[in-house]
C-alpha cells in the first residue's frame, strides 16, 4: 500500500511555521469494540479528569493549535480544535464516547499526546492531499455536527474537496467498520519532537488492537 502524499501549503505554513505532522497508513481490521484497549482508555481518561480547563488551555499543544487559529482570524473559543475539545469533555465530566476501536485508538493518542490526531479512511479519498486553509464558500457535513463552514480553518482536501480539519472531521471520510485502509495524522502546530513519538504509539495500538499490517508512516514539515 503505496504512502499517501500530504503537502503542507503555503497559507497553512504561513500561519503554522513550526507545524509538523506524522502519518501512518495502514491496512487494518476495524472492531467495535476491544475490551483490552478501552481499559486502557479509561486509565487516560481517569488521569485527564484530575485537571482543570486552566491545565487544558495550559497545555502546550493545545496553545499552539489556538494561536494558529487566531493567526488565522478565527476564534478559538468558537471553532476548538478536536484535541481541546476531547479534553474538555472529559474534564467536564462528560466522559469518552465509544466508536470503533480504529476512532477509540484515535482519540487515545489524542489524549496522551496532547495533539491534534484525526483518522480517515484511505479508500475514500482521492490523493494527493493538501493541508492548507479553507476558502470562502467551503463546507462539508461533519460527523454528528452537521454542515461546517470550514473557511478559515485548517483543512485536509484531496481532489475531490475538503474531507478533514483540526475542528471536525468529515462523513465523507469518517472510518467505519467495513474501513480497510486508513490514514492516521498526528498534529503539532509547534513544531515538537510529538508527533514521532504519536505515531510510534499508534503503530503499536493499531497493530495490537486492529491487526494492522503494511504500515508506513512519515514525518511532513
Partial sequence: MAMIELELAPDLRAAAPRMAVGVVTAAVTVSPHDEEL????EAVVEETARRTMDDVRAEPEIKALRDTYRALGQDPTRYRGSSEALFRRIVQGKGLYR?????DINNLISL???LSAG???ADRLVPPVVFRVGRQGESYAGIGRGEINLAGLPLLA???GPFGSTTSDSERSMVRL???RIMLLAISFRGSDVPRAAMARAVGLLEK???A???ETAMVQ
Fill in 112 to 114: 496522551e499526546s496532547r
Fill in 119 to 121: 483518522t480517515v479512511d
Fill in 99 to 103: 466508536v470503533n476501536t480504529v476512532v
Fill in 178 to 180: 467495513e474501513t480497510r
Fill in 209 to 211: 488492537y486492529a491487526a
Fill in 158 to 160: 484531496d481532489n475531490l
Fill in 38 to 41: 478501552w481499559r486502557e482508555i
Fill in 213 to 215: 499490517k503494511d504500515v
